[in-house]
């Protein structure tokens, strides 16, 4: 039987250090597997997140040689076994123990971003109708698993920590998915531009390359969202056009 | 008493799945203070995981539909030992819970005309499940969540709870630890409802995430509460089965909805030799009529790969056993082949089946529009729970609420696919309604520090054991024993020799030792949940053994017809005064003539 070694941070609270495991590969293995094989034959006590090991929660989040990765989906053969699989914690939150975060900060995020507000319903009984184009596009947001790979690579977050101006490109996703919300008559252009940041992506597309659903954050959300506050706010014809008009758009 | 962290609420919510999650918003909108706990963080609970889609009689694409026809079918489906009450107001209000989550900002497939779109199901007479795409429970979970987060509920993320508490006959709060810290928590509250999913982490073959402990059986079980159907569990026929790492993954039922048919290593079509007498008027005998069926000719008859999941799941056995099975032990499934049908096969899957695309081509290199998939059963869903009153969803001992996978009632013998999902949002919203109710007309009852102590004293014995034998080889022998011997197909023989095994699991248990401290100890949570494992193992156990006939999921070799007396009967089980459990025979009350009437008219 082969062996492979895996290189697992274990440590609490930012300290700690790289220890190696040898454990023996079986066909099909994901690294989450060789990290349970580890944890039950090994070391009891490795801390781990982990759900549905379907790549469906968004628990498992690690990064994997390097890379913002599911656990859960990361087959052993697509990593190089000759040198040793080095697993770490997300770097963007704040380190609890082995390879689990902190990532309380994104539940409190979510809250300040004002809800979904429905316009009044379209029939009499009390439905909407929706078709199915409009529906498309906040769909492919809402396949969103909030595993928060995508705010572990934003430099925004995790070279310059600016966690209090910017709310990362989870929650502009989550901010288009409302705005583009068919049914959806809530504003957050202003809180984008004021509280949110969106000023301060500067569209290097990490978070897109590292989305496990392929969501297609940058070019589906964040780039029109940015459109719509330059229209409303930087756009001096817009601005005028809306003194003249009841609502803005 | 020791000092404990403490928190007050009118209303604790155990499980922030759909159910949970339902349960706390309704409470909270009746004004009373609601804790929401949950052993993972908020959004990854086991309804994340649902595919298929939630049902309701909303006939928005078949207008014949309505809630008497999904009463009708849902009573089918369960052999008639469902609680009539619980069927019934699943099938009437169930429409209304999937359009309040429209309102609340989910976004479901459309119709042309712009209403929710519906798909066809097992065992549904019409298309009912409202759906997005195969990702029905995220949606869902995240439309609760995101609702939820406004409403001031106090969310204690990874947190688990060890025991409820109470106050006489009264439950009165719970006690539990959070993860992070592995600090002890004392929940104090007027009204606690439980909503802690499945059990199916039993099983060494399951489609369940590790959550799936049996935690609220066992608590209420524990708390002196009825339970009920323990022995109905669903095997889903098709599970992975290779690579072993994958084991147990779910493949949906819409892959056989495409096209997809079962074959034994031969190439045959095995499905074809055993079809039930009661579906032979309703079943294609050729292979050829099963196909038109699948491409929506209304004058074929369906294709036997689509027979109820309990007794596909036994044929696929079957042929196992008999040695002819796939190479890795279990038999083909196979939606390749309809490129023999149709120009373009291989698009057509990828656009119809994405997520089974993605799984396989990802996690098993394989590309299921070239070859066919090794499939075999997985542990599902667990029909039984905790027996409540269909109305207020109160449990035998008062103060004590349940909702969702881990209550029981409304599926009976055998859960029709999408009938969970509306499940949760139907009876989550009723046990909200009510614990809120039972809350304001009840205080604060007094806590018994002796029996915090005890918990305590229990939870933390393992770090007392350093160097003992760990908790995972002590689960995995459970779960591999409950494989061989509670499984799909049961007999007496063997299911005695299970309780044999249980009491040596239980005194292994009871030496397992854990390393490390309590801060994010996945070790030391394992070692605790064992507990929980071990008691709904024995139930279950014992349900079987008492229910002495084969109906939908529970099959006794050594019974394996139906039996009238049993179909008229639930059994009921409840910890005695001596510790051990103790079964009745409960006799399902008389259903009232119109309802009677609804299933006659539908036969
Ligand atoms: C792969 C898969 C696909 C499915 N597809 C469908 C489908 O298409 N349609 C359908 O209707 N059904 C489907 N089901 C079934 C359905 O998803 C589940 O039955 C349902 O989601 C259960 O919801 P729940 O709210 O009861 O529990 P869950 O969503 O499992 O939530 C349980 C909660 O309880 C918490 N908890 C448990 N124990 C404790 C404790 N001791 N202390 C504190 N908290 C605790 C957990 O952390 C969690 O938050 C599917 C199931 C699976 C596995
Ligand atoms: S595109 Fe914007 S949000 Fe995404 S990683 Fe770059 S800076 Fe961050
Ligand atoms: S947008 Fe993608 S990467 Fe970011 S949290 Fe959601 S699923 Fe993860
Ligand atoms: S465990 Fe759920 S995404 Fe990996």
């Known amino acids: 039987?082969?062996?492979?070694?895996?290189?697992?941070?274990?440590?609490?609270?930012?300290?700690?250090?790289?220890?190696?495991?040898?454990?023996?590969?079986?066909?099909?293995?994901?690294?989450?597997?060789?990290?349970?094989?580890?944890?039950?034959?090994?070391?009891?006590?490795?801390?781990?997140?982990?759900?549905?090991?379907?790549?469906?929660?968004?628990?498992?989040?690690?990064?994997?040689?390097?890379?913002?990765?599911?656990?859960?989906?990361?087959?052993?053969?697509?990593?190089?076994?000759?040198?040793?699989?080095?697993?770490?914690?997300?770097?963007?939150?704040?380190?609890?123990?082995?390879?689990?975060?902190?990532?309380?900060?994104?539940?409190?995020?979510?809250?300040?971003?004002?809800?979904?507000?429905?316009?009044?319903?379209?029939?009499?009984?009390?439905?909407?109708?929706?078709?199915?184009?409009?529906?498309?596009?906040?769909?492919?947001?809402?396949?969103?698993?909030?595993?928060?790979?995508?705010?572990?690579?934003?430099?925004?977050?995790?070279?310059?920590?600016?966690?209090?101006?910017?709310?990362?490109?989870?929650?502009?996703?989550?901010?288009?998915?409302?705005?583009?919300?068919?049914?959806?008559?809530?504003?957050?252009?202003?809180?984008?531009?004021?509280?949110?940041?969106?000023?301060?992506?500067?569209?290097?597309?990490?978070?897109?390359?590292?989305?496990?659903?392929?969501?297609?954050?940058?070019?589906?959300?964040i780039i029109p969202l940015k459109e719509r506050v330059v229209d409303r706010y930087y756009d001096p014809l817009g601005k005028l056009f809306r003194m003249f008009s009841p609502r803005g758009t | 008493m020791a000092e404990y962290l403490t928190h007050e609420h009118d209303v604790l919510v155990i499980g922030a799945g759909g159910a949970g999650l339902r349960a706390a918003v309704e409470a909270s909108a009746a004004g009373v203070k609601v804790a929401l706990v949950s052993k993972s963080l908020l959004g990854k609970a086991h309804t994340v995981m649902a595919e298929g889609g939630i049902a309701a009689a909303l006939a928005d694409v078949d207008d014949r539909d309505n809630w008497r026809v999904h009463f009708a079918d849902t009573m089918r489906g369960g052999q008639y030992v469902n609680s009539w009450r619980m069927a019934e107001l699943h099938a009437k209000e169930a429409p209304a819970r999937v359009r309040e989550l429209e309102a609340w900002g989910a976004v479901f497939d459309r119709t042309v005309d712009g209403r929710i779109l519906q798909r066809n199901f097992g065992g549904h007479r019409y298309p009912r499940l409202a759906h997005v795409g195969d990702r029905t429970g995220l949606e869902m979970i995240r439309t609760l969540q995101d609702h939820g987060i406004h409403l001031g509920l106090d969310v204690f993320m990874e947190h688990t709870i060890l025991i409820l508490l109470k106050d006489g006959d009264r439950v009165v709060g719970a006690f539990g630890y959070d993860r992070e810290r592995g600090r002890f928590h004392l929940f104090r509250a007027k009204a606690v409802v439980l909503a802690t999913g499945g059990v199916g982490r039993a099983y060494k073959i399951t489609s369940n995430s590790w959550e799936y402990t049996g935690d609220g059986h066992s608590l209420a079980y524990h708390a002196g509460a009825a339970l009920t159907d323990m022995e109905f569990l669903q095997f889903h026929p098709t599970g992975m089965i290779w690579p072993p790492s994958v084991r147990g993954l779910l493949i949906t039922e819409a892959v056989r909805g495409e096209g997809g048919v079962l074959r034994n290593k031969d190439g045959r079509r095995f499905m074809f030799d055993d079809i039930p007498p009661l579906y032979a008027n309703q079943t294609a005998d050729n292979e050829e009529e099963g196909w038109r069926y699948v491409q929506g000719d209304k004058n074929a008859r369906r294709p036997p790969d689509l027979l109820t999941r309990d007794h596909v799941a036994r044929c696929i056995r079957r042929e196992v056993r008999e040695g002819r099975g796939s190479p890795h032990g279990g038999v083909f499934l196979d939606i390749a082949w309809i490129k023999e049908k149709i120009p373009n096969a291989a698009e057509h899957i990828k656009k119809k089946l994405p997520s089974m695309y993605h799984q396989f081509k990802q996690l098993a290199d394989i590309d299921i529009t070239q070859v066919p998939m090794e499939v075999g059963p997985t542990t599902h869903y667990m029909m039984g729970g905790v027996r409540v009153d269909p109305d207020s969803q109160m449990a035998s001992v008062p103060g004590l609420f349940a909702a969702g996978e881990c209550a029981a009632g409304l599926h009976g013998a055998n859960r029709l696919g999408g009938n969970s999902l509306s499940d949760l949002v139907v009876f989550g919203k009723r046990a909200g309604e009510y614990a809120a109710r039972f809350a304001k007309n009840n205080s604060l009852g007094k806590v018994n520090p002796e029996q915090l102590a005890v918990a305590e004293r229990g939870a933390l014995k393992p770090f007392e054991r350093e160097g003992a034998e760990g908790p995972y080889a002590v689960q995995y022998a459970l779960q591999a024993m409950m494989q061989d011997l509670v499984g799909i197909v049961r007999q007496e023989q063997e299911m005695l020799q299970a309780l044999d095994h249980i009491q040596e699991l239980k005194a292994r248990t009871g030496r397992v030792g854990v390393s490390g401290h309590r801060e994010y100890n996945n070790s030391w949570h394992t070692a605790i949940d064992l507990n929980n494992l071990l008691t709904v193992s024995e139930i279950i156990t014992r349900a079987a053994l008492e229910r002495k006939e084969s109906r939908g999921a529970h099959f006794r070799e050594d019974y394996p017809a139906k039996d009238e007396q049993f179909g008229q009967l639930n059994i009921v089980i409840q910890k005695g005064a001596d510790g051990e459990v103790q079964l009745r025979r409960e006799p399902i009350p008389p259903m009232p003539a119109e309802l009677k009437q609804i299933i006659q008219e539908m036969k």
Not at chain 1, 11 to 31: A, C, L, P, Q
Not at chain 1, 41 to 53: I, P
Not at chain 1, 136 to 152: A, G, N, P, S, T
């Open chain 1, 1 to 221: 039987m082969a062996t492979a070694t895996f290189r697992i941070w274990r440590g609490e609270k930012g300290g700690g250090e790289f220890r190696d495991y040898s454990t023996e590969i079986t066909d099909g293995m994901v690294v989450l597997d060789a990290v349970h094989q580890i944890q039950a034959e090994q070391t009891g006590d490795l801390s781990v997140r982990w759900n549905c090991k379907a790549g469906k929660c968004g628990s498992c989040s690690a990064e994997i040689n390097g890379m913002p990765k599911l656990m859960c989906m990361t087959r052993l053969n697509s990593l190089p076994l000759q040198q040793p699989v080095t697993i770490e914690p997300m770097k963007t939150f704040p380190h609890i123990r082995d390879l689990v975060t902190d990532v309380s900060w994104n539940f409190r995020v979510k809250e300040r971003i004002a809800k979904f507000k429905p316009r009044r319903p379209d029939a009499p009984d009390g439905t909407w109708r929706t078709a199915q184009v409009d529906a498309d596009r906040v769909q492919e947001f809402r396949k969103c698993i909030e595993c928060f790979l995508c705010q572990d690579v934003c430099h925004v977050l995790r070279d310059h920590h600016m966690h209090e101006e910017f709310i990362g490109p989870r929650f502009l996703v989550y901010t288009a998915a409302l705005e583009m919300q068919p049914l959806d008559e809530g504003d957050r252009l202003q809180d984008l531009k004021s509280q949110f940041g969106i000023g301060l992506c500067n569209i290097t597309k990490c978070c897109t390359k590292v989305c496990p659903e392929n969501i297609t954050i940058t070019d589906n959300a």
